[in-house]
């Protein structure tokens, strides 16, 4: 295609990006690559038997080769840098565009074309203002999503008006906004999520920091109330009734935390502790990168589909890979056979010794596959 706006212009885009927006300067750059060297130096010298044990003539081809890396690494930062920019400026451009989003969503403004007028099949109905459980809709659509929100979230969830991300940067990492119309359920109108990362690229998650939702009396949803009825006989007549915590999605305000001494955890409480990250950020970063800047697609299901799609293509990637362990396995079992094919002549042709080799030699089917 020759149209000029698929023309991309290098020069233009470096024009475009004042050093100044979200860029690092030069003293910080110049920390990250001393960083990068530094690294690469602990690894080195964590790993300094291995150059001992080479030929001098490959260390120093080795030597060369790191080198290199670390030319490699200074690009790296460079990247680092320009992407930071990158990402700044455009997020500045979306912005207009979601408070414009906003605006429709929550009836603020009406669209053209739209009409006042009445038909006789709504005449018994409240006119609607903008779109309703738009935020609800486009959550519940993603899969991961989905699973985090519960029936008893979706009436607290129906007053969501808007949600917003941003990054931070002292600490690196990013805020999630949650913006709530006046509801039964708690006083806030803004729930936050702040993610703070010791390294953005990696990703690699500190800690995770949530809002605690001030809820009305009776209306908590990650807890509920249990009764259980006295014992016969019991002094006490009423019933006795207790809290518990349950599932839902606003539980994601109140994230798992690391304990201050690692002396506190166990093996297990710490693999367990690590799921249980992972599944936040995971929760965090679908909101920010998906629900977020394609809102509407995931309210009508579009995305959706285009999700099941990349599933289609892993699965039969991993059909692919099952067929071929079949084949693998069929080939062993034909090998199998085979061997114990000889071994019958074998043992044919050795005379006495074929009982005692039979009986006791012989192994169990399950041991065929150790």
């Known amino acids: 295609m020759s149209n000029s706006k698929d023309n991309f212009n290098m020069a233009d885009l470096s024009s475009s990006l004042p050093g100044a927006v979200a860029a690092l300067n030069a003293e910080d750059r110049a920390d990250l690559v001393n960083a990068l060297k530094n690294k690469l130096q602990n690894l080195a010298g964590q790993h300094s038997d291995v150059l001992e044990n080479l030929t001098p003539n490959v260390r120093k081809r080795v030597e060369a080769l790191r080198e290199i890396q670390v030319q490699h690494d200074e690009l790296e930062a460079k990247f680092f840098e320009e992407r930071a920019a990158l990402e700044a400026k455009y997020q500045k451009l979306y912005q207009p565009l979601y408070s414009k989003r906003h605006d429709i969503v929550n009836g603020v403004v009406e669209v053209d074309g739209v009409t006042n007028e009445v038909t006789i099949d709504q005449e018994d109905k409240i006119e609607e203002k903008g779109v309703p459980d738009f935020w609800l809709t486009a959550m519940k659509t993603n899969e991961v999503l989905a699973e985090e929100i519960s029936e008893r979230d979706e009436g607290a969830l129906k007053y969501l008006k808007d949600i917003k991300w941003c990054r931070i940067d002292n600490p690196k990492g990013f805020k999630l906004e949650f913006f709530f119309d006046t509801n039964p359920y708690f006083k806030n109108s803004v729930l936050t999520k702040t993610y703070h990362m010791i390294d953005e690229d990696e990703p690699i998650l500190e800690k995770a920091i949530g809002t605690e939702i001030e809820w009305f009396p009776v209306k908590c949803l990650t807890q509920k109330l249990l009764k259980k009825k006295p014992r016969k006989g019991s002094k006490n007549a009423k019933p006795i009734t207790k809290t518990e915590d349950c599932e839902s999605f606003f539980n994601f305000f109140n994230p798992p935390q690391v304990p201050d001494d690692d002396e506190d955890i166990d093996e297990d409480m710490a693999e367990e502790l690590q799921n249980q990250m992972e599944q936040d950020y995971d929760i965090g970063s679908t909101i920010r990168d998906k629900i977020i800047p394609h809102a509407v697609s995931w309210f009508t299901g579009e995305a959706a589909q285009g999700d099941e799609f990349g599933d289609v293509e892993d699965d ?46 012989e192994r169990p089917p399950e041991c065929k596959q150790q």
Not at 333 to 361: F, H, L, P, T
């Open 316 to 361: 039969e990637d991993e059909d692919i890979d099952e067929d071929e362990d079949e084949d693998e396995e069929e080939d062993d079992d034909e090998e199998d056979d085979e061997d114990e094919e000889e071994s019958k002549v074998v043992k044919k042709k050795s005379g006495r010794a074929q009982v005692g080799d039979g009986q006791q030699g």
